[in-house]
């Protein structure tokens, strides 16, 4: 560990004492900030917080997230965003401020096993997820390959300004969407760069911990590393 | 049981003990009233009817020749199980008992067990053969909290009130002598006193209320030497090593002066 | 305690025991996190003889619905042993130990599980005692915590078990199945290192007030020894073998 403000942890590890405020996977005791999840705690100016290299994904709002329609209500869609609770997009979302349930039929756009892009709209622990489609990069997905990665690993996954990702895109050809709960989404016209562009995700996820994994994914892939 | 205390009821309880006061007016240390009535069960070998604050408990002793566990042929048997009727509290259902009723059953057969109350050995008819077994089944009957110790009681005053036949061996098989009996091997009376951790308090004897907002019990039984016997911590939450050292001395003292109310029942 | 069926020495003139330990002297503890690949965390262990394997599925739905618990998650724990675990045939039908063990068990993590972090879920343990020797509630409770951590459910704390007990009149730490078997008092405790509170203790035997302080600071000393193993555990799964 290189930076001296970094330290492995697990729970119940104090962090540090004092003025700080509790972030991510962080519980405040007295004035000891303790670690709530396996994972490399972070103290920065105002706060501390714990990266976690386990878990499941619990929303945020603000998310970008890959969902699989479940099943429907006649007001709105049941989503799977990989976490314990479901994501709900309501119908009016879709059909603008005049969708009438009696007249729109939900199933018309989106249905069940239907992929979409999404965001978190709001979220609080009461009540299930709302997630939005309305913005341009966001809608259902019309073709690709949906897998699942560990949350945790998304960030190693994507890597140093998009550095990963950008990398197995360009050797095989392939789209990669990738979405902050851990659902990805590969398309390729490519059968072999489709197969190549699985493998290296999955051994991203599988050594994300290992040091030189660039290097390890590059060569995998075929290309010589500069 | 799945009482669901309303939240107003639940500060109140703690801004009392943070005042030093309990919702009925009790000291932190005192148990309930307890009323025990031995041998209302005519047709039982022994049986009492306790009552602790509200909370009923009915216990019948029924003793007769049994086959030895194998390996302890040489002692007598003791079953001590424990049910809540469905009449004790609304939230009860019939069936087959649940986890708190295993439990409750378990802590109060080991209480009395791990005390040796009964000399098992005395209990013996034909070695590896026939003994004698003692069967002690609690009913809980109205509910206020606190069932640990009222079935405990009742069970304890059922024991030291029962009356134990006398059986010949003719044929080589146990056969009853009518009119003849015999006091139990008793060699102490066990106590049980269980507290509860509301926020840093610990209360003796939570009634009902205190029971549904506790955050921690623990249930001690104490002999008639002051030596500990058998502990149960329950609930969904610890005790601090302090704390645990305090609630032995409690149970000590609290059971000595339960001891002498068990004693003193109407015989 | 009746007519002692065997010639074994419970603790010679030199405290040395039955299975030559010392006194203060834990069994062998080994664990090992991340075992399964289906569960959301696991953990293996051998605490002597006993093997233990314990899964956490989780946090996930509750089934059925009116179980959950709008304000909080809850914890679900089944304690099972397999029929081939101890020496005669065990029905694989939960017994009323298990049932109580399970209970106690479950009680004893909730302290340390933030289970407000997803109110209307439930989070599953499941513990298979594969082979059963003294002191299988504390080694259980032990995998358990391990596989919560591994599964990333949100603790404020660790548990570890240990039991302490009295044997040949002394108070003795991590009483093995002879022990338990042929001495005067088991108490298996489970505690939370950072916190410093004990969220299991039980007791069965006969023990003076001061036999009972002695016994309560021997497991708790224990239960520390224990924290130390699960930690090397999950350092050694998430951060590589030498991170410490």
Request: with cysteine.
């Given at each position: 560990m290189d930076d001296v403000k970094r330290k492995y942890v697990i729970p119940g590890d104090v962090i540090t004492t004092g003025p700080y405020r509790a972030e991510d996977n962080v519980h405040l005791f007295e004035d000891k900030l303790i670690a709530t999840t396996v994972g490399i705690s972070e103290v920065f100016d105002s706060g501390v917080r714990v990266i976690p290299l386990t878990g499941i994904y619990m929303p945020r709002i603000d998310d970008f997230v890959i969902g699989k329609v479940k099943s429907h209500t006649s007001l709105s869609w049941e989503v799977d965003i990989n976490s314990c609770y479901p994501g709900i997009l309501p119908a009016s979302d879709v059909f603008g401020r005049d969708f009438n349930p009696k007249t729109h039929e939900l199933t018309s756009r989106l249905k069940k096993g239907d992929l979409v892009a999404c965001r978190i709209a709001n979220f609080d622990r009461s009540r299930d997820p709302l997630i939005t489609i309305g913005d341009r990069d966001l809608g259902k997905i019309d073709d690709g390959d949906l897998i699942k990665i560990s949350p945790s690993k998304v960030p190693r996954l994507i890597g140093k300004r998009g550095s990963m990702i950008q990398t197995i895109e360009n050797a095989t050809k392939a789209m990669i969407t990738i979405g902050q709960n851990g659902y990805v989404v590969v398309s390729s016209e490519d059968a072999d760069g489709l197969l190549k562009a699985l493998d290296a995700i999955k051994m991203v996820e599988e050594q994300a911990h290992v040091p030189n994994l660039t290097e390890r994914v590059q060569e995998m892939l075929g290309i010589k590393s500069e | 049981m799945s009482n669901i205390l309303d939240e107003l009821k639940k500060k109140k309880v703690t801004s009392l003990l943070n005042d030093g006061q309990r919702i009925d007016g009790r000291a932190f240390d005192e148990p309930r009233h307890l009323t025990i009535d031995v041998g209302v069960i005519p047709k039982a070998e022994g049986s009492a009817r306790i009552r602790l604050g509200d909370t009923e408990v009915v216990?019948?002793?029924?003793?007769?020749?049994?086959?030895?566990?194998?390996?302890?042929?040489?002692?007598?048997?003791?079953?001590?199980?424990?049910?809540?009727?469905?009449?004790?509290?609304?939230?009860?259902?019939?069936?087959?008992?649940?986890?708190?009723?295993?439990?409750?059953?378990?802590?109060?057969?080991?209480?009395?067990?791990?005390?040796?109350?009964?000399?098992?050995?005395?209990?013996?008819?034909?070695?590896?053969?026939?003994?004698?077994?003692?069967?002690?089944?609690?009913?809980?009957?109205?509910?206020?909290?606190?069932?640990f110790d009222a079935c405990s009681y009742a069970a304890v005053s059922s024991i030291l009130s029962c009356r134990i036949p006398k059986w010949e061996i003719k044929d080589d098989a146990p056969s009853l002598v009518e009119g003849e009996y015999s006091e139990p091997p008793i060699t102490t009376i066990p106590v049980s006193v269980t507290m509860g951790r509301i926020g840093n308090h610990v209360i003796v004897d939570p009634n009902a209320d205190e029971w549904a907002c506790m955050d921690a019990r623990i249930t001690i039984t104490t002999n008639a030497s002051g030596n500990i016997c058998a502990i149960q911590k329950g609930g969904s939450n610890g005790f601090t090593q302090e704390q645990l050292f305090q609630c032995a001395k409690t149970s000590i003292s609290t059971g000595a002066k339960i001891r002498e109310i068990i004693k003193a029942q109407g015989k | 305690m009746g007519v002692k069926k065997t010639d074994i020495v419970l603790l010679d003139d030199k405290g040395i025991r039955c299975d030559g330990r010392k006194i203060d002297e834990p069994r062998r503890i080994m664990i090992k996190a991340g075992v399964l690949k289906n569960a959301s965390g696991s953990a293996y262990i051998e605490f002597g003889e006993n093997k233990i394997l314990a899964g956490v599925f989780g946090p996930r739905d509750v089934h059925p619905k009116h179980l959950a618990n709008t304000d909080r998650g809850i914890l679900r724990c089944r304690y099972h042993m397999q029929p081939f675990s101890v020496g005669e045939r065990k029905n694989p039908a939960p017994s009323r130990r298990e049932i109580e063990i399970s209970k106690v068990i479950k009680e004893a993590l909730e302290p340390a599980v933030m289970l407000e972090s997803f109110p209307r879920t439930v989070v599953d343990v499941f513990i298979e005692i594969l082979q059963a020797d003294g002191g299988s509630r504390c080694a259980a409770l032990d995998a358990a915590a391990v596989a919560l951590a591994d599964a990333g459910i949100p603790m404020r704390d660790m548990v570890s078990a240990c039991a302490a007990g009295k044997v040949a009149d002394t108070i003795v730490l991590d009483i093995n199945n002879e022990e338990d078997q042929e001495g005067q008092a088991d108490m298996p405790v489970a505690y939370m290192p950072n916190l410093g509170k004990v969220t299991l203790i039980q007791l069965d035997g006969v023990l003076t007030p001061e036999e009972y302080e002695k016994c309560v600071n021997t497991a708790i000393d224990g239960c520390k020894l224990v924290y130390e193993v699960q930690k090397k555990a999950l350092h050694e799964k998430f951060f590589g073998e030498n991170s410490q």
């Amino acid at each position: 560990m290189d930076d001296v403000k970094r330290k492995y942890v697990i729970p119940g590890d104090v962090i540090t004492t004092g003025p700080y405020r509790a972030e991510d996977n962080v519980h405040l005791f007295e004035d000891k900030l303790i670690a709530t999840t396996v994972g490399i705690s972070e103290v920065f100016d105002s706060g501390v917080r714990v990266i976690p290299l386990t878990g499941i994904y619990m929303p945020r709002i603000d998310d970008f997230v890959i969902g699989k329609v479940k099943s429907h209500t006649s007001l709105s869609w049941e989503v799977d965003i990989n976490s314990c609770y479901p994501g709900i997009l309501p119908a009016s979302d879709v059909f603008g401020r005049d969708f009438n349930p009696k007249t729109h039929e939900l199933t018309s756009r989106l249905k069940k096993g239907d992929l979409v892009a999404c965001r978190i709209a709001n979220f609080d622990r009461s009540r299930d997820p709302l997630i939005t489609i309305g913005d341009r990069d966001l809608g259902k997905i019309d073709d690709g390959d949906l897998i699942k990665i560990s949350p945790s690993k998304v960030p190693r996954l994507i890597g140093k300004r998009g550095s990963m990702i950008q990398t197995i895109e360009n050797a095989t050809k392939a789209m990669i969407t990738i979405g902050q709960n851990g659902y990805v989404v590969v398309s390729s016209e490519d059968a072999d760069g489709l197969l190549k562009a699985l493998d290296a995700i999955k051994m991203v996820e599988e050594q994300a911990h290992v040091p030189n994994l660039t290097e390890r994914v590059q060569e995998m892939l075929g290309i010589k590393s500069e | 049981m799945s009482n669901i205390l309303d939240e107003l009821k639940k500060k109140k309880v703690t801004s009392l003990l943070n005042d030093g006061q309990r919702i009925d007016g009790r000291a932190f240390d005192e148990p309930r009233h307890l009323t025990i009535d031995v041998g209302v069960i005519p047709k039982a070998e022994g049986s009492a009817r306790i009552r602790l604050g509200d909370t009923e408990v009915v216990c019948g002793v029924k003793i007769q020749p049994d086959k030895p566990f194998p390996d302890l042929g040489d002692r007598g048997i003791f079953i001590c199980t424990a049910e809540i009727l469905p009449l004790a509290d609304p939230s009860v259902e019939p069936g087959p008992p649940n986890e708190e009723v295993i439990e409750l059953a378990r802590v109060v057969d080991r209480g009395i067990r791990e005390s040796g109350m009964i000399d098992l050995t005395k209990l013996v008819l034909q070695k590896n053969k026939s003994v004698i077994g003692l069967f002690v089944d609690n009913s809980v009957t109205d509910y206020d909290g606190n069932l640990f110790d009222a079935c405990s009681y009742a069970a304890v005053s059922s024991i030291l009130s029962c009356r134990i036949p006398k059986w010949e061996i003719k044929d080589d098989a146990p056969s009853l002598v009518e009119g003849e009996y015999s006091e139990p091997p008793i060699t102490t009376i066990p106590v049980s006193v269980t507290m509860g951790r509301i926020g840093n308090h610990v209360i003796v004897d939570p009634n009902a209320d205190e029971w549904a907002c506790m955050d921690a019990r623990i249930t001690i039984t104490t002999n008639a030497s002051g030596n500990i016997c058998a502990i149960q911590k329950g609930g969904s939450n610890g005790f601090t090593q302090e704390q645990l050292f305090q609630c032995a001395k409690t149970s000590i003292s609290t059971g000595a002066k339960i001891r002498e109310i068990i004693k003193a029942q109407g015989k | 305690m009746g007519v002692k069926k065997t010639d074994i020495v419970l603790l010679d003139d030199k405290g040395i025991r039955c299975d030559g330990r010392k006194i203060d002297e834990p069994r062998r503890i080994m664990i090992k996190a991340g075992v399964l690949k289906n569960a959301s965390g696991s953990a293996y262990i051998e605490f002597g003889e006993n093997k233990i394997l314990a899964g956490v599925f989780g946090p996930r739905d509750v089934h059925p619905k009116h179980l959950a618990n709008t304000d909080r998650g809850i914890l679900r724990c089944r304690y099972h042993m397999q029929p081939f675990s101890v020496g005669e045939r065990k029905n694989p039908a939960p017994s009323r130990r298990e049932i109580e063990i399970s209970k106690v068990i479950k009680e004893a993590l909730e302290p340390a599980v933030m289970l407000e972090s997803f109110p209307r879920t439930v989070v599953d343990v499941f513990i298979e005692i594969l082979q059963a020797d003294g002191g299988s509630r504390c080694a259980a409770l032990d995998a358990a915590a391990v596989a919560l951590a591994d599964a990333g459910i949100p603790m404020r704390d660790m548990v570890s078990a240990c039991a302490a007990g009295k044997v040949a009149d002394t108070i003795v730490l991590d009483i093995n199945n002879e022990e338990d078997q042929e001495g005067q008092a088991d108490m298996p405790v489970a505690y939370m290192p950072n916190l410093g509170k004990v969220t299991l203790i039980q007791l069965d035997g006969v023990l003076t007030p001061e036999e009972y302080e002695k016994c309560v600071n021997t497991a708790i000393d224990g239960c520390k020894l224990v924290y130390e193993v699960q930690k090397k555990a999950l350092h050694e799964k998430f951060f590589g073998e030498n991170s410490q």
